[in-house]
């Protein structure tokens, strides 16, 4: 193959950095003199993996992370006439619309740059039923990309029904089908996410419908807003697998697992400890998220369904919460929990105790911590006897409310 141009990364309209096509797999990264020359060294500029720094970098898990997984790269590999691990050459194709705010590509991108074809709800149901072999709706004009593996469709929200962006048009909401091995599974998350919003730990918007005949949960992007111009802006962000460098196909593709090598609590509250500029503040919004996960029994809240936004160049924040399942509801799904708590991996298991010294090691207050902990509990049991949501979510909020509260847990 000849060699390729790198190719560039545009960050709020700034030329960041180009990527380099390092070999089969990999890339490579190296931060432009005009991001050398605008801030501080060191600084987690595109990721907390890759500081601000004059030499090339190793960014493949940080690009790779930009991309579906399993079969939906494979089908987008296909649809771009590439292998499958060739990242380098996937987001030239396809990275003009990916997670957070950079942009990949030749040429600047400019404020309402790309376009947006309405759909009717008759194309809409034929892009949903055509998901499996056709991820992400991908067309010639197609230049987006998400990570996941579950069949997803990004949307622009229009007045009155949705649109598809063409040519690296900013999206605004991600659609996700049902997997069908799992009834309910869509009810359930839209569930968990009304019940984060209500005591504070996510700001997405949530929309449950059914297209072509299939249970379809839509939110909206929390890495995109709108501007006092009314203009839609892309906000920085990146999974804990990114922002830890740790590889999620790594450990027979579990490596976004604590077990198989991925991020742990303990590595993500490292992180804010290190980057927010009140690190009190987020490591305690930290252990509310702990708590919620805990008491919403979801396993498979790994590296890759936690994230870390950059609001500013030098500082980062936790993102609030998404793909947030009570997985506990399937028997066939996982029971261990992705990440640890003070070394235990069951939920049932788990106390406000066990949440204080996992936070001790983040370094937060025990005491801060304790009442943190307890805060979310209350809120949490409280909003679950609230809100509209289904009753098998409650069984699981209310079992796991009790056995967090108690104050010590079975080893």
């Known amino acids: 193959m000849a060699k390729r141009d790198p190719l560039p990364v545009w960050l709020y309209g700034i030329h960041a950095a180009d990527l380099s096509d390092a070999g089969p797999g990999r890339v490579g990264l190296t931060y432009s003199d005009e991001a050398l020359a605008r801030w501080a060294g060191n600084v987690p500029l595109l990721s907390c993996s890759l500081p601000l720094r004059p030499r090339r970098q190793d960014a493949s898990v940080f690009c790779s992370g930009l991309l579906p997984e399993g079969q939906h790269r494979q089908a987008m590999a ?113 569930a968990c996410l009304a019940l984060a919003r209500a005591v504070g730990l996510t700001t997405v918007d949530v929309e449950v419908t059914t297209i072509a005949r299939l249970p379809c949960l839509i939110v909206s992007r929390f890495d995109r807003t709108v501007d006092a111009a009314g203009e839609l802006v892309r906000i920085h962000q990146e999974d804990a697998c990114q922002a830890l460098g740790r590889d999620p196909e790594a450990g027979r593709g579990r490596g976004k697992y604590e077990r198989a090598g991925g991020p742990a609590w303990r590595d993500i509250g490292e992180l804010l400890d290190r980057y927010a500029p009140d690190p009190e503040h987020e490591l305690r919004r930290l252990v509310e998220v702990l708590v919620f996960t805990i008491l919403t029994a979801n396993a498979d809240a790994h590296g890759k369904n936690v994230a870390l936004l950059h609001p500013e160049p030098e500082a980062v924040a936790l993102a609030p919460m998404y793909d947030t399942v009570p997985t506990a509801l399937w028997p066939q799904l996982r029971k261990e929990a992705a990440m640890s708590v003070n070394g235990k991996w069951r939920f049932d298991h788990m106390t406000l105790s066990d949440v204080v010294e996992e936070a001790r090691a983040w370094r937060l207050d025990p005491a801060l911590a304790e009442a943190s902990g307890a805060a979310m509990l209350d809120r949490v049991r409280s909003a679950a006897k609230r809100l509209d949501i289904p009753k098998a979510v409650v069984s699981v909020v209310d079992a796991k409310c009790e056995s967090l509260g108690r104050k010590r847990g079975r080893s």
């Open 78 to 190: 296909a649809e771009a006439r590439l292998p499958a691990y060739d990242t380098f050459g996937l987001l030239a194709r396809f990275g003009r619309d990916v997670a957070g705010a950079v942009v990949i590509g030749p040429d600047a991108p400019d404020r309402g740059s790309g376009g947006v074809e309405p759909y009717t709800a008759d194309a809409l149901a034929e892009e949903v039923a055509a998901l499996p072999d056709r991820p992400l709706g991908l067309h010639d004009d197609s230049e987006l990309s998400i990570a996941g593996l579950q069949d997803k469709l990004l949307l622009i929200k229009l007045d009155g029904g949705w649109g598809r962006p063409v040519h690296g048009r900013p999206s605004t909401h991600i659609l996700k089908v049902e997997d069908r091995r799992f009834p309910g599974l869509v009810q359930a998350e839209a």
